[in-house]
């Protein structure tokens, strides 16, 4: 797989040229394409971040300097550069030929086509003009031919819709209108056939595990985020098959990670009903002997079938190598601790994680706080629930006297904490800090 597997292109040909030049004649002399049988299309940058063909410059826009064109190119990132996609059309002795003319019903689409048999190959095969009002199954014969299947070869259809941060790509019904399936000029149909067995990555989708640690909480809380624990599109992610045993997933994950596998144990995520994303519950030992793209059934994660967020939780001993979990029991709770410092740039950061027994009570592991916080043992602290910043930044104090069952905290519970006398500050508190910063759009 190249770095170029999504979109259309990377690498290709540049020309410098004054603002008030001709473009075609140094085309026609450069790659030996006549004027009257060149086509362009200007690219767009989409709302999903991808980057696309989106129309063939009109009559009048032919009829301008390069330099105009830039106003009516979408890519916006650099005024000085100019995108353009050169359609070729090729007749029967393979020389140029004037481009077919466009009606409003035709759409021009790319193809690639996977093979998971060939070395799990994805590859550009070419670019047809279809009717927006026809169907796939209408060329199914004609993408067999350029795939060099058998005319009657069953294929599966996909878009690849964007990649970014997370990979879309949905099977097209072969039997709807391209319109209806919302196709358009520039969009991108990746097919394959439907045969395939015993293959890492049987279809085009694949499957996804996002894999976020107590690293990725260390960085991205206060820097990237404030809210939750995680932002899953900025964490490493793994692309397995859905059939791959759970195990052998492991395995991937120690050579990357260095974690041996029995020191490994994973939480799965749950969406709460404040629109909160948190840690619910570890993989139990069945779900642990399935293969991944089973977990996603269990997953509460709704809004993406092909994707599977985990959090891999590892112990460290002593030497800060893993070590094995402890027993979890029903009286364990996982929590997970924010540190405000008000008197540090106001600052909120995450410190670590816990397991209590929610039948204990916070007073019970003050000192704990204050050395993860690098506070004096007897540091007065006071402590909050982060309970939902949607709409409103909900955080409140938590009596470190009664029990956390009493406080109705469980696991993927996040508790914020600081110090309690600071004066002349203007968040003094972690409520007003979240506050805050949610109303200046973080």
């Given at each position: 797989?190249?770095?170029?597997?999504?979109?259309?292109?990377?690498?290709l040909?540049?020309?410098?040229?004054?603002?008030?030049?001709?473009?075609?004649?140094?085309?026609?002399?450069?790659?030996?394409?006549?004027?009257?049988?060149?086509?362009?299309w200007?690219?767009?940058?989409?709302?999903?971040?991808?980057y696309?063909?989106?129309?063939?410059?009109?009559?009048?826009?032919?009829?301008?300097?390069?330099?105009?064109?830039?106003?009516?190119?979408?890519?916006?990132?650099?005024?000085?550069?100019?995108?353009?996609?050169?359609?070729?059309?090729?007749?029967?002795?393979?020389?140029?030929?004037a481009?077919?003319?466009?009606?409003?019903?035709?759409?021009?689409?790319?193809?690639?086509?996977?093979?998971?048999?060939?070395?799990?190959?994805?590859?550009?095969?070419?670019?047809?003009?279809?009717?927006?009002?026809?169907?796939?199954?209408?060329?199914?014969?004609?993408?067999?031919?350029?795939?060099?299947?058998?005319?009657?070869?069953?294929?599966?259809?996909?878009?690849?819709?964007?990649?970014?941060?997370?990979?879309?790509?949905?099977?097209?019904?072969?039997?709807?209108?391209?319109?209806?399936?919302?196709?358009?000029?520039?969009?991108?149909?990746?097919?394959?056939?439907?045969?395939?067995?015993?293959?890492?990555?049987?279809?085009?989708?694949?499957?996804?595990?996002?894999?976020?640690?107590?690293?990725?909480?260390?960085?991205?809380?206060?820097?990237?985020?404030?809210?939750?624990?995680?932002?899953?599109?900025?964490?490493?992610?793994?692309?397995?098959?859905?059939?791959?045993?759970?195990?052998?997933?492991?395995?991937?994950?120690?050579?990357?990670?260095?974690?041996?596998?029995?020191?490994?144990?994973?939480?799965?995520?749950?969406?709460r009903?404040?629109?909160?994303?948190?840690?619910?519950?570890?993989?139990?030992?069945?779900?642990r002997?399935?293969?991944?793209?089973?977990?996603?059934?269990?997953?509460?994660?709704?809004?993406?079938?092909?994707?599977?967020n985990?959090?891999?939780?590892?112990?460290?001993?002593?030497?800060?190598?893993?070590?094995?979990?402890?027993?979890?029991?029903?009286?364990?709770?996982?929590?997970?601790?924010?540190?405000?410092?008000?008197?540090?740039?106001?600052?909120?950061?995450?410190?670590?994680?816990?397991?209590?027994?929610?039948?204990?009570?916070?007073?019970?592991?003050?000192?704990?706080?204050?050395?993860?916080?690098?506070?004096?043992?007897?540091?007065?602290?006071a402590?909050?629930?982060?309970?939902?910043?949607?709409?409103?930044?909900?955080?409140?104090?938590?009596?470190?006297?009664?029990?956390?069952?009493?406080?109705?905290?469980?696991d993927?519970?996040?508790?914020?904490?600081?110090?309690?006398?600071?004066?002349?500050?203007?968040?003094?508190?972690?409520?007003?800090?979240?506050?805050?910063?949610?109303?200046?759009?973080?």
């Amino acid at each position: 797989m190249t770095a170029s597997s999504f979109d259309l292109t990377d690498v290709l040909c540049k020309f410098l040229l004054l603002v008030d030049l001709n473009l075609s004649v140094q085309v026609a002399k450069e790659f030996g394409v006549p004027v009257p049988f060149q086509r362009y299309w200007l690219w767009a940058r989409r709302k999903n971040h991808t980057y696309r063909l989106d129309q063939p410059l009109t009559h009048l826009e032919r009829a301008q300097p390069v330099g105009q064109l830039g106003s009516v190119s979408r890519k916006a990132h650099n005024a000085a550069e100019l995108n353009l996609f050169l359609e070729v059309e090729l007749g029967l002795d393979l020389r140029p030929v004037a481009p077919p003319e466009k009606t409003e019903d035709d759409i021009l689409l790319f193809f690639k086509l996977y093979d998971p048999e060939e070395e799990e190959e994805l590859r550009y095969v070419g670019r047809l003009f279809v009717k927006s009002s026809g169907k796939p199954s209408e060329i199914l014969t004609r993408l067999n031919e350029m795939a060099g299947y058998d005319p009657d070869e069953e294929i599966a259809l996909y878009e690849e819709i964007k990649f970014e941060p997370n990979v879309m790509c949905e099977p097209i019904d072969k039997n709807v209108t391209f319109r209806i399936s919302q196709l358009g000029d520039g969009d991108i149909v990746c097919f394959q056939k439907v045969s395939v067995d015993d293959i890492d990555y049987p279809d085009v989708p694949s499957f996804l595990k996002y894999v976020a640690r107590d690293e990725d909480l260390f960085w991205q809380i206060g820097a990237n985020i404030y809210f939750d624990l995680v932002d899953h599109d900025r964490v490493r992610s793994f692309r397995v098959s859905r059939r791959t045993p759970f195990y052998l997933f492991k395995v991937q994950v120690a050579k990357e990670f260095g974690v041996p596998v029995p020191f490994q144990r994973y939480w799965l995520w749950a969406r709460r009903k404040n629109h909160t994303y948190r840690l619910d519950q570890p993989l139990t030992h069945l779900e642990r002997a399935q293969p991944v793209g089973q977990l996603g059934s269990v997953s509460r994660k709704a809004h993406n079938a092909a994707e599977l967020n985990l959090f891999l939780e590892v112990e460290l001993g002593l030497d800060l190598r893993p070590v094995a979990p402890p027993e979890k029991t029903e009286d364990d709770i996982l929590l997970f601790f924010k540190l405000y410092d008000p008197e540090e740039e106001e600052e909120l950061r995450y410190v670590g994680r816990l397991f209590v027994k929610s039948s204990g009570k916070p007073s019970e592991i003050l000192t704990r706080l204050n050395e993860m916080a690098g506070y004096d043992p007897d540091e007065e602290i006071a402590l909050y629930e982060e309970i939902k910043f949607e709409p409103n930044v909900m955080c409140e104090p938590i009596d470190k006297n009664v029990t956390f069952r009493i406080s109705q905290l469980g696991d993927g519970d996040i508790v914020c904490f600081q110090k309690v006398s600071v004066d002349d500050i203007d968040y003094p508190d972690v409520p007003s800090f979240l506050k805050y910063v949610l109303s200046v759009g973080f």
